[in-house]
């Protein structure tokens, strides 16, 4: 027959409820506990560094971007910017197809938050609208001049120069004079969103009018519409 | 012990029990998602908080469940099993967490409802890639959630004993649920080896122990009394320490044989609280108190001492030529017997 005599050496006895421990009982726990805890942190320290290495990727959560660009439907929502492809995305784990169905394939100025894994873009669509059709009346400027390079930098005397500096590659624009009087510039390019400086250089510094879509993406207007669509005033 | 159900009978070392809980689980949450930003950067902190949760969790079972057998091994431990129901809750709480994440971060903001989509997305049992692990998840999370619901004292009492038990055993089962959540889920996204041979080491050292402990009841259980006529000499009274017990399987039943002053009685080894073993507790002012959460008994009766109603049954006892003999009948719950008198 074998008893359970409790072991002379812990004769000390544990009540839960009275104020302190038995002081060998208290030692033999405190030794327990911290072994557990050593036990714990290295387990967990361990687990933390386990865990495979993530490539990197970014989800600017809660900052919201504004892109202007050619909205494509088929076979997945992008948006194609300057030859670039942005996927678009709706919120959660919905496709944006929801949120751009109603929109016509064409110029889009799209608002969201940019999801980023290596050279890949995406954007989770928060508000998209069309641009709208506009026809506009100007003179297409070359920027560097216009922007301080001259002064003037407009008009029959600049117009040679405005051709050049189209002609080798500068950015055009639209210079747009409003009922007011108030200057507005518009960025040209074409009814897909490509450059079109080169083919607008020969009617620099001239008078022009011009049909297409213009969109705001948050600092500029841009004009969508192909340079056979710029028609001289006179 | 308490006549009155409180929310949590709070004492000294119940707080710090809790304090050194609470720290112990802020250790690790820091540990795995501070520790796993720092080495692995580009983790989102979703993720990061996923894993902290889950490993936190798993972790505390873990020791939850060896508490038990270690003190089974060494009952100077036993302040570790005094408040463990609380580390139990913590333990869910912090499941739960794991569970609310990424059941928001996998389910939700879809086309489906988030519980729904838990329950059908995956259901191929047959190849690893489709392995349902989410629902051994919830199915374990369900069990944890049962026990913590019911682990205070009223449910004890009004469940009773034995089913508030077998509910509770239930932790192995969740134990086992929660294996193949991390085998067949993390472990298949992640093959880092010392993920696994961790995993193999916690079941294995769960296993051991439990079975160290076993063998070691079983030594016990296995001792054969010896009879004379209708009673059992159960040893020398020589034997029993003075407000100790020694224990002996007469029957099905343990039955703890207690010496006080030159007085010896006995009663059922089963504490009617949580089956806790009355003969590894002790005699203090005049009552058997339990070593698991400190529930008294008279030893000559059986009974809790007013205003307490708890009681367990009485054995009679009688000492001739210095040897104890127990009748081996047990008394209803609470019969009075005269102690038997140490000449």
Redesign the interface.
């Known amino acids: 027959m074998i008893a359970t005599t409790p072991d002379e050496r812990d004769d000390d006895f544990y009540i839960g409820y009275e104020e302190r421990m038995p002081a060998r009982i208290a030692t033999r726990v405190s030794i327990a506990v911290t072994a557990i805890a050593i036990a714990l942190a290295l387990t967990a320290g361990v687990v933390a560094i386990a865990f495979e290495r993530l490539p990197p990727a970014h989800f600017a959560y809660g900052v919201a971007t504004t892109a202007i660009g050619i909205l494509r439907h088929e076979p997945y929502p992008t948006l194609e910017q300057n030859g670039r492809r942005i996927w678009l995305a709706g919120r959660g784990k919905l496709g944006a197809q929801n949120i751009l169905r109603a929109l016509p394939e064409g110029p889009v100025m799209i608002t969201g938050s940019r999801v980023m894994r290596g050279d890949r873009e995406m954007l989770e669509v928060h508000a998209a609208t069309a641009g709208s059709t506009a026809t506009l009346r100007g003179e297409i400027v070359d920027s560097k001049c216009f922007f301080g390079v001259m002064n003037p930098a407009q008009g029959a005397v600049h117009r040679d120069c405005a051709v050049r500096c189209l002609s080798g590659g500068l950015t055009p624009m639209l210079l747009v004079r409003a009922t007011d009087g108030r200057e507005q510039l518009v960025v040209p390019v074409s009814s897909d969103g490509k450059p079109i400086g080169r083919k607008l250089s020969t009617l620099a510094g001239r008078a022009v009018e011009v049909t297409g879509q213009l969109a705001h993406d948050g600092s500029d207007y841009r004009l969508y519409a192909d340079a056979t669509a710029y028609r001289l005033l006179k | ?1 308490s006549v009155s159900y409180r929310a949590v ?1 709070w ?4 707080k710090r029990y809790d304090a ?1 809980v609470l720290a ?1 689980v802020a ?2 949450i820091a ?3 501070g ?2 930003a720092l ?2 950067p ?3 902190i979703e993720t990061l908080l996923i ?1 902290a949760f889950a ?2 969790a798993f ?1 505390l079972l873990h ?1 939850i469940l060896s508490i038990g057998p ?1 003190c089974r091994l ?7 099993l ?2 463990r129901r609380h580390l139990g809750v913590t333990m869910f709480v912090v499941a739960l967490a794991h569970g609310v994440f990424a059941i928001v971060q996998f389910h ?4 489906r409802n988030p519980f729904v989509s838990l329950l059908t997305t995956s259901s191929s049992f047959v190849a690893p890639s489709g392995f349902p692990f989410q629902i051994f998840g919830l199915a374990a999370l369900c069990i944890l959630f049962l026990m913590a619901a019911t682990s205070h004292d009223f449910w004890l009492h009004n469940l009773k004993p034995v089913v508030w038990k077998t509910l509770h055993m239930g932790v192995y089962v969740a134990y086992g649920l929660i294996v193949v959540h991390v085998a067949m889920g993390a472990l298949q996204s ?3 080896p ?2 696994a041979v ?1 995993l193999c080491i916690g079941v294995a050292w769960i296993v051991s122990l439990h079975l160290a402990a076993a063998f070691r009841e079983r ?2 259980d296995e ?4 009879m004379r006529a209708s009673l059992v000499d ?2 020398a009274v020589t ?3 003075e407000s ?1 017990a ?3 399987c007469v029957g099905s039943e343990r039955v703890a044989i207690f010496r006080y002053g030159n007085c010896v009685s006995a009663i059922s080894n089963v504490c009617r609280h949580q089956n806790g073993p009355l ?4 005699i ?1 002012n005049g009552c058997v ?1 339990c ?1 698991w ?2 529930y008294e008994y008279r030893p000559d009766t059986g009974a809790a001492p007013p205003p307490f109603t708890e009681k367990v049954a009485t054995f009679a006892v009688r000492i001739e030529d210095g040897r104890v003999l127990l009748d081996p009948h047990a008394h209803p719950p609470g019969t009075r017997l005269d102690p038997a008198r140490v000449s």
């Not at chain 2, 004492?11 to 119940?14: G, P």
């Not at chain 2, 060494?74 to 570790?80: A, C, Q, S, W």
């Not at chain 2, 001792?223 to 010896?226: D, E, F």
């Not at chain 2, 003969?279 to 002790?282: D, L, Y």
């Open positions: 012990m009978g004492n000294r070392q119940k050194v112990a250790l690790m540990t795995i998602a520790g796993g080495v692995n580009n983790a989102t894993r490993v936190t972790l020791v270690l060494d009952r100077r431990l036993l302040p570790l005094y408040n939700a903001f879809g086309d992640d093959r880092n010392v993920l961790l030594r016990v001792a054969s009394p010896v159960v040893g034997e029993i320490p100790r020694i224990v002996r003969g590894e507790g002790k203090v108190v070593p959460h400190g």
